[in-house]
């Protein structure tokens, strides 16, 4: 089974700051991957997939993400942040032939932007 | 086109009874898939259903169930309610074609006391 390893669960940052979430997953085969973020009082939103071709996606709002193969990962980044950003974010996998297990999703981090 | 329904948004219900939630995914999408949201655990996949068949199951006792309907829309079953079931639970809607990309509802919260 695969599993999602989200490094950082709290994170504070001023606005403007460049943001960089860590997330490895673990699985032997080909895998499809997501940024999810959850607004407070809010359901989850996607911000970004990556299915197959340019590792680096563009998502929503600014974000992006790498898929580096060789690490396992698939960092999400934002060049500037700011406050309305504040939001828990989930990375999350599933297998690329479909099967068991649904969508995997890491603890996720919880992301504070002070004005 | 109309995101991700769920009904009801809040539940308060006391241990021992069950429950039952409901999702209506995007129009023409035809799988659901359900989440259990708490703090301590985060996100878990519960099941998945497509055309009326579940098609996969996350580690859950039985008395979680579900099942989904000609017209898409799911439910899920809770039986026999513990104090640990108290959660958001996601319901998750997708075409069920691969790649997949799930669209997720607002959820209900549901309290077990």
């Known amino acids: 089974a695969q599993s999602v390893s989200q490094h950082n669960h709290h994170v504070i940052l001023s606005e403007a700051a460049s943001l960089e979430l860590g997330c490895n997953y673990s699985?032997?085969?080909?895998?499809?991957l997501f940024w999810y973020v959850q607004y407070p009082g809010q359901h989850l939103q996607l911000l970004l997939k990556?299915?197959?071709?340019?590792?680096l996606v563009k998502g929503i709002k600014g974000f992006e993400a790498e898929f580096i193969k060789s690490k396992f990962s698939f960092n999400l980044r934002k060049p500037s942040v700011q406050w309305s950003d504040t939001a828990e974010y989930f990375c999350?996998?599933?297998?690329?032939?479909?099967?068991?297990?649904?969508?995997?999703f890491g603890k996720g981090t919880h992301l504070i932007i002070q004005p | 086109k109309a995101g991700v329904t769920q009904t009801p948004r809040y539940l308060i219900k006391t241990r021992g009874q069950q429950v039952t939630l409901s999702c209506s995914p995007i129009?023409?999408?035809?799988?659901v898939s359900w989440y259990q949201q708490t703090p301590g655990q985060g996100l878990q996949f519960l099941f998945e259903?497509?055309?009326?068949?579940?098609?996969n199951k996350g580690n859950f006792p039985g008395r979680f169930s579900g099942r989904q309907f000609s017209n898409s829309r799911s439910e899920m079953n809770v039986s026999t309610l513990e104090l640990g079931d108290s959660a958001l639970y996601l319901c998750?809607?997708?075409?069920?074609?691969?790649?997949?990309?799930?669209?997720f509802g607002s959820g209900t919260r549901l309290t077990v006391v």
């Open positions: 998750a809607s997708s075409t069920g074609r691969h790649p997949r990309s799930y669209t």
């Open positions: 699985y032997g085969g080909t895998v499809n």
């Open positions: 990556y299915f197959s071709g340019d590792p």
């Open positions: 999350a996998v599933n297998p690329s032939g479909g099967g068991a297990d649904g969508l995997t």
């Open positions: 129009s023409g999408h035809r799988s």
């Open positions: 259903y497509f055309s009326e068949t579940q098609r």
